[in-house]
């Protein structure tokens, strides 16, 4: 691989000797990608829209800040880091305003907890609602994650996943669900905390 790429500029160019930055168009590339909306509600109640290119080694580009458009509108800026080692560039064209989406203890459910001769047994769920009111279906990947134990007395178990794809070690949870023109769903997962009466688990 050539550790060197070089850029021609296609023509002469004006650069004012004001001491001012002066943007030069270096080059214009059409890139396909693959877009896909993106939500980790426990953190940010907002749906993202992303955009992933594969094989973006050829792009030649540039790490750096990069002003995005989406439908001809500015939506923001994002860095974009050509150097990682991930196979696929993530680049997010920010928030749809138009899908909502929120985390929150259904209220028909109470904080579980039972007492046994020598341990507490605690149990939590969580519902995670998303409307899409776009005239269009929408493809929406969720990130959400349950307690990781690290000792061996307390434990920790997932009791419904709801179709999740679920990571022990990093007690991660993934869904990929289709959400059709201005519908909703509903996702929800439960867990539970096993630990010694003596200890104190937060």
């Known amino acids: 691989d050539d550790l060197v790429a070089n ?4 023509k002469m160019q004006t650069v004012p000797a ?3 930055a002066t943007v030069v168009t270096v080059d214009e590339q059409d890139v396909p990608a693959v877009y896909e909306y993106h939500a980790v509600p426990k953190i940010d109640p907002a749906v993202f829209l992303l955009a992933k290119v594969t094989d973006y080694g050829k792009y ?4 750096g800040l990069a002003n995005i458009f989406y439908q001809d509108t500015y939506v923001g800026q994002t860095f974009v880091n050509p150097q990682t080692v991930a196979d696929t560039l993530l ?10 989406i929120k985390r929150v203890q259904p209220k028909d459910f109470t904080e579980r907890r039972k007492t046994f001769n ?14 899409n009111n776009k005239s269009i279906p929408i493809q929406l990947e969720i990130l959400d994650q349950i307690p990781v134990s690290k000792q061996k007395e307390i434990e920790v ?7 999740a794809e679920y990571n022990e070690t990093f007690g991660k949870l ?6 059709p023109a201005n519908q909703s769903k509903r ?8 630990y010694p009466k003596d200890k104190v688990v937060q």
């Not at 993934?174 to 959400?179: A, E, T």
């Open 91 to 100: 680049i997010s064209l920010g928030r749809d305003e138009q899908i909502t």
């Open 18 to 20: 004001d001491g001012q």
């Open 60 to 63: 030649n580009l540039l790490p």
């Open 157 to 163: 178990n997932l009791e419904e996943k709801d179709g």
């Open 7 to 10: 850029f021609d500029i296609p």
């Open 187 to 194: 996702l929800h997962f439960t867990y539970s905390i096993r």
């Open 118 to 131: 020598s341990s507490i047994r605690e149990t939590y769920a969580y519902e995670i609602a998303v409307k």
């Open 174 to 179: 993934k869904w990929k669900i289709q959400v």
